[in-house]
C-alpha cells in the first residue's frame, strides 16, 4: 500500500485528464457563485456582511461539513452515496449522551464515533468485497443501525448532564472563533491532505476513474472503496458526537437529512456521480454556497418550503452542468 | 454431500428465497398471532401493505431499468394533497383523477432529468423529491387539508364481502398486469432488454430512452395512485406523507429479487416481498415488538437475502444472465444447472 507514492510534487496533475476543461468551469464557476451571492447578500440586506451572521453560516454548515468530507470520498470514489448516514449521525449521538453518565463525555464519544465506524466498515465490505450496490447496502445497514441505536435506548429521547463539554463546544477561542467551526475546519484540512497527498486519496481517484484499469494497476480497488465508506461512517458518527454534545439532546432520528444535505453539497460543488473527479474544497465551495443561498433565504423571509424548492431545483441544475461540461459518451 | 449438491441447494435457496422467506415469515407470524392466518387478519396485513404495494409496482420497473427513483414519497404526498384539495372545486372523483396526473407530470420531470439531462437517476429524483415535498409544503403552508366527505373514501379502505379492501385488490390487480407485461408481452421482454444491456438494447432497434422514460412515468403514475388512495382512505392531505415509503418499498422489490444493477426483476417476487413486509409489520405489531426492532429485522432480512444472491450469483456470472432473461419466463431453467452438475461429475 505505501509503495506508491504520489509522484510529483505539488500541485502535480490530476489521474483523470479529460475533465480538465471541467475542472476549469469548476474552479472559475464556484468561487464567482459564491462572490454573486455574497454581493446579492449585501445588497439585499444590511445584517447579511456582519460577523455575527456570518459566523453563524459558518457554524450551521459545520455539523453538515464533517460527512460532506466523507461523502466527498465515497462520490470521488464512484460510490454513489452512502445512505446510512443518518443512522450513524443518530448511532454517534446517541451513544454519546448515554453513555456519559458511566464512562465520560470523552470516552463515550470515542465509544460513539468507533461504533457508527463499525457501521461504516460493514458498509465497506459489503461494497468492496461483496460488491453489493451501495444505495441498498447501506439503506440495509442504515436500517438495522438505527433500529439498534433505538432498542440500545428504548426508544426515546436521551438527555446529557454534562454542561461543561457542552459550553465547551459551544464556546468560542481565539477572538471569537466557535470551536465546532475549527473542529469542522481541521477534520475538512485533513480530509482535504488525505485526499490530495496521500497514497490512499491517488487510488480513491483512480478506483473512480476506472475502477478496471486501477484493478489491472494492482491498486486495492476493494480496500479503496471500502475506506471511503468507513471514513464517511466514522465522520458521521463523529458528526453526531459533536452534535449531541452541543444540544445534550439525542434524538434517533436527529440524522435524518444529513445524507441529503450532504449529497446536495457534494453535488452543487461539481464533484461528479460518476467518480475520479472533485475534491475537498470543490464540496466545501458546494456546502457554502447552499449555506449561504440559505441564509439569505432566511433573511428576506422566504417561508423554508421555498427553500426545499429552490434545493431540489439547484441540484438538478448544478448535474445537469456537470454533464453537459463533459459528456463522457453518453455514460449513464 | 458433496460441492455439486451444495450448489444446487444453494441455486434452489436463491431461486424460491422469496417463496422461503414468506414462508417462514408466515409461519413466524402464525404462531405469534391468534388466528393470523384467518381471513380477516390476513386482509388486513395485505391492506396495510398496499399503499407501499402499489409504490413497489411502479419502482419494480424503475430497478429492472437499471434506474433508481426516489421522489416516490414526495409524489405520493402531493397528489393525495391534489386529491383532497380539489375535491370541493371540482368533485371528488374529477379530483381523484387529477392527483394521479399530478403524479404522471411528476413521473414526466424525473423522465427529463435523467433521459433528456442525463442526470443520474439517483441524484436526480433527489432533487425532484426536495423539490416536489418543498411544492407540498409550499401550497398547503405545512398544514395537512380534509376533504368534504369522510364516507367517500371507505371505499378504498373497506373490505368488500368481508375478504378484501379495494386497494388490496387494486394492488393485486396490478402486479398480476405487471407479471403477465414482463412474462408475455414484446415490449416487456424489450423493458428487460434496456435494463440488462442499454447499448445493445439500442444496437437491436429498441427505443431504449423511450422505455428508461416510461419507466420513471409509470413509477410516478403509481406513486399518484398511491398517493391519491392513502389520502382518500384518511380523508387528509399532508405533506409529510411517505416521508419513509420509498426506502421501504425499495426494500420490499428487492427482496423480490430485483436487482438494483437492472436487468432482473419479477412481478411475484415483488408481491412476495411486499406480503413479507406486511405480514412482519402486522404479526410484530401484534406482539407490540417496537418498531426499531422491525427495521432491525427487515434490515436483517434485506441484508441477507442480497449477500445470498451476491455470493451464489457472482460464481456464475453466466447463469445470471440467462436466469433473467429466460428464467422468469418459465419457472425452472433445469437445463444449465443439469450442466453444471455434469461438469462436476466430470471433473472426480
Redesign the interface.
Known amino acids: 500500500m505505501t509503495k506508491v507514492k504520489p509522484s510529483g510534487s505539488g500541485m502535480a496533475p490530476r489521474v483523470v485528464v479529460q475533465s480538465r476543461r471541467s475542472n476549469l468551469g469548476g474552479w472559475i464557476g464556484l468561487p464567482a457563485g459564491v462572490l454573486l451571492l455574497v454581493v446579492v447578500g449585501t445588497l439585499l440586506s444590511d445584517k447579511f456582511l456582519s460577523i455575527s451572521n456570518l459566523t453563524n453560516v459558518l457554524i450551521s454548515m459545520s455539523i453538515v461539513g464533517l460527512i460532506v468530507v466523507g461523502m466527498t470520498f465515497v462520490f470521488i470514489s464512484r460510490g454513489?452515496?452512502d445512505?446510512s448516514v443518518p443512522a450513524t449521525v443518530g448511532i454517534g449521538g446517541i451513544l454519546v449522551l448515554g453513555l456519559q453518565p458511566s464512562l465520560g463525555s470523552l470516552i463515550a464519544g470515542i465509544v460513539g464515533v468507533l461504533a457508527a465506524s463499525v457501521a461504516g466498515l460493514v458498509n465497506g465490505v459489503?461494497i468492496g468485497w461483496?460488491?453489493?450496490?451501495p444505495?441498498?447496502?447501506t439503506?440495509?445497514?442504515?436500517?438495522?443501525v438505527?433500529?439498534?441505536?433505538?432498542?440500545f435506548v428504548?426508544?426515546v429521547i436521551v438527555y446529557g448532564t454534562d454542561s461543561e463539554t457542552q459550553d465547551l463546544i459551544n464556546s468560542r477561542i481565539l477572538g471569537g472563533i466557535p470551536v465546532i467551526v475549527i473542529i469542522f475546519l481541521t477534520v475538512a484540512l485533513l480530509g482535504h491532505i488525505l485526499l490530495s497527498r496521500t497514497a490512499i486519496g491517488r487510488y480513491t481517484y483512480a478506483v473512480g476513474s476506472n475502477p478496471s484499469a486501477s484493478e489491472a494497476s494492482a491498486a486495492p480497488v476493494k480496500f479503496t472503496r471500502a475506506f471511503a465508506f468507513l471514513l464517511t461512517g466514522a465522520l458521521g458518527g463523529f458528526a453526531g458526537v459533536i452534535l449531541g454534545l452541543s444540544l445534550q439532546t439525542a434524538r434517533?432520528i436527529m440524522g435524518i437529512g444529513y445524507e441529503?444535505d450532504a449529497?446536495?453539497a457534494v453535488?452543487v460543488g461539481g464533484v461528479s456521480?460518476?467518480g475520479g473527479v472533485g475534491s475537498i474544497p470543490r464540496a466545501m465551495g458546494g456546502l457554502l454556497f447552499v449555506q449561504l443561498l440559505t441564509n439569505i433565504m432566511v433573511l428576506q423571509g422566504v417561508?423554508?418550503?421555498?427553500?426545499?424548492?429552490?434545493?431540489?431545483?439547484?441540484?438538478?441544475g448544478a448535474?445537469?452542468l456537470d454533464?453537459y461540461l463533459r459528456?463522457r459518451g453518453?455514460a449513464? | 454431500m458433496n460441492t455439486a449438491a451444495l450448489k444446487d441447494i444453494a441455486f434452489a435457496l436463491v431461486r424460491y428465497r422469496v417463496l422461503l422467506i414468506l414462508a417462514v415469515t408466515f409461519s413466524v407470524a402464525s404462531i405469534w398471532v391468534p388466528k393470523f392466518l384467518s381471513t380477516g387478519t390476513l386482509s388486513l396485513s395485505l391492506d396495510r401493505a398496499a399503499t407501499m404495494g402499489l409504490l413497489a409496482v411502479g419502482l419494480t420497473v424503475v430497478l429492472l431499468a437499471g434506474q433508481?427513483d426516489l421522489s416516490g414519497g414526495a409524489i405520493l404526498a402531493i397528489s393525495g394533497i391534489t386529491a383532497i384539495g380539489l375535491q370541493d372545486t371540482m368533485g371528488q372523483i374529477p379530483a381523484a383523477f387529477v392527483g394521479v396526473l399530478v403524479g404522471v407530470t411528476a413521473g414526466a420531470l424525473n423522465a427529463f432529468?435523467v433521459v433528456l439531462?442525463?442526470?443520474?437517476s439517483?441524484?436526480?429524483t433527489?432533487?425532484?423529491?426536495?423539490?416536489?415535498?418543498?411544492?407540498?409544503?409550499?401550497i398547503t403552508?405545512?398544514r395537512p387539508v380534509s376533504g368534504i366527505d369522510p364516507f367517500f373514501g371507505l371505499a378504498v379502505s373497506r373490505p368488500i364481502e368481508g375478504t378484501i379492501t379495494g386497494r388490496s385488490l387494486l394492488f393485486l390487480v396490478t402486479i398480476f398486469a405487471l407479471h403477465i407485461w414482463f412474462t408475455r408481452t414484446v415490449s416487456g421482454r424489450n423493458m428487460f432488454a434496456v435494463g440488462s444491456n442499454?447499448v445493445s438494447a439500442t444496437a437491436s432497434g429498441v427505443k431504449s430512452r423511450t422505455y428508461l422514460a416510461g419507466s420513471f412515468i409509470f413509477s410516478g403514475a403509481m406513486a399518484g395512485i398511491a398517493g391519491v388512495i392513502s389520502s382518500l382512505s384518511v380523508n387528509t392531505g399532508s405533506?409529510v406523507f411517505g416521508e419513509s415509503i420509498v426506502?421501504t418499498a425499495?426494500?420490499a422489490v428487492?427482496i423480490g429479487g430485483t436487482?438494483?444493477?437492472g436487468g432482473r426483476a419479477s412481478a411475484l417476487g415483488t408481491l412476495g416481498g411486499v406480503l413479507t413486509l406486511g405480514a412482519l409489520t402486522t404479526a410484530m405489531e401484534f406482539q407490540n415488538i417496537?418498531?426499531?426492532?422491525?427495521?432491525?429485522v427487515?434490515?436483517?432480512i434485506?441484508?441477507l437475502l442480497?449477500?445470498l444472491d451476491?455470493?451464489v450469483s457472482?460464481r456464475n456470472g453466466r447463469d445470471v444472465t440467462l436466469r433473467a432473461l429466460i428464467g422468469r419466463l418459465k419457472t425452472p431453467p433445469q437445463p444449465h444447472q443439469k450442466t453444471e452438475r455434469k461438469h462436476k461429475s466430470n471433473e472426480k
Open positions: 454513489l452515496a445512505l459489503l461483496f460488491k453489493v450496490n444505495v441498498i447496502a439503506l440495509a445497514v442504515g436500517s438495522i438505527l433500529g439498534a441505536a433505538q432498542a428504548g426508544g434517533p441529503f449529497i446536495t453535488v456521480l460518476l417561508p423554508s418550503p421555498v427553500q426545499g424548492i429552490a434545493k431540489g431545483a439547484m441540484i438538478a448535474v445537469a454533464v459528456r453518453g449513464q | 433508481l432529468l439531462l442525463r442526470i443520474n439517483l441524484v436526480a433527489l432533487a425532484s423529491m426536495l423539490f416536489i415535498r418543498g411544492l407540498a409544503h409550499f403552508e405545512s442499454i405533506p426506502l425499495i426494500a428487492v436487482r438494483l444493477e417496537p418498531a426499531y426492532i422491525q427495521q432491525i427487515a434490515g436483517l434485506l441484508l442480497i449477500l451476491q455470493v457472482s
